[in-house]
C-alpha cells in the first residue's frame, strides 16, 4: 500500500515540474474559475482516460465518468449525482457540447448484455445501474441476432451512448439549450484495439 501511495506521489511531483510549472500560462486563469466547452462523459475503466485519448488540458473538459458512461432519464429523486453535473455544466458552466463516449471490450456493456430477466444481481450496485442501457440492449439482440455475443456488445457499446444521447434530451435545461442552439449533443467511440475514435450526432 505504501508503494501505491508513493506513485501517486511521484507521479503528481513529475506533473508539477514537467507541466505545472512549465505552464503558467495556462493554470494561472484556471486559479479564479473554469469555462470549460466540453462536458465529457466517459466510462470509469482505466484504459479510456478521456484527458488523455482526446488531449484535453486542465479547464477544456467538465467530466462524470461512471460505469459504461451512462446518461440516466432525467428524474428529481434518482441520480441525483448525474443530474446535478449535467445542470451544472449546462446552466452555470454553458459548456457548448455534451459528448458521451463509449469505447470497447467494456465491461459494463458485457454485464449488460448478459442479464438475465429475473436473475439475482450479483452486485449491490453495477447491475441496476447498466439497466440504463435496457432500451439499446433490446434494440441490439433484435437487429444484430446473427452476431456473436462479442459482436453483439460492440454494438451495444454504440447503442447504449444513443440511449445516454436520448436521455440527456429528457433534462429540461439540455432541451432548452438545444432550441436555442448554445448547445451540441456527440456520440463518441473510443476502439482501444484499433486505436480508433468515432463521432456522430442523433
Request: with cysteine.
Amino acid at each position: 500500500m505504501d508503494a501505491a501511495v508513493e506513485r501517486l506521489k511521484t507521479g503528481f511531483e513529475k506533473f508539477k515540474t514537467d507541466v505545472y510549472d512549465k505552464k503558467p500560462d495556462m493554470f494561472e486563469p484556471l486559479k479564479t474559475g473554469q469555462t470549460p466547452k466540453y462536458m465529457v462523459f466517459a466510462c470509469a475503466d482505466s484504459r479510456v482516460c478521456p484527458s488523455v485519448t482526446l488531449g484535453l488540458e486542465p479547464g477544456e473538459a467538465f467530466t462524470v465518468r461512471n460505469i459504461s458512461a451512462m446518461v440516466p432519464p432525467y428524474c428529481k429523486n434518482k441520480y441525483a449525482g448525474v443530474g446535478s453535473a449535467i445542470e451544472y455544466a449546462v446552466c452555470a458552466l454553458k459548456v457548448e457540447v455534451i459528448v458521451v463516449i463509449g469505447h470497447s471490450r467494456c465491461g459494463g456493456i458485457k454485464a449488460l448484455l448478459s442479464l438475465k430477466d429475473g436473475a439475482d444481481d450479483s452486485f449491490h450496485f453495477v447491475e441496476d445501474w447498466v439497466r440504463i442501457g435496457f432500451p439499446a440492449k433490446k434494440k441490439v439482440q433484435r437487429e444484430c441476432c446473427d452476431l456473436s455475443f462479442e459482436d453483439q456488445c460492440a454494438a451495444l457499446e454504440k447503442e447504449a451512448v444513443n440511449v445516454s444521447l436520448e436521455n440527456l434530451n429528457t433534462y429540461p435545461f439540455v432541451k432548452e439549450a438545444l432550441a436555442n442552439g448554445t448547445l451540441k449533443l456527440v456520440g463518441g467511440h473510443y476502439d482501444f484495439v484499433s486505436g480508433k475514435f468515432d463521432t456522430w450526432g442523433l
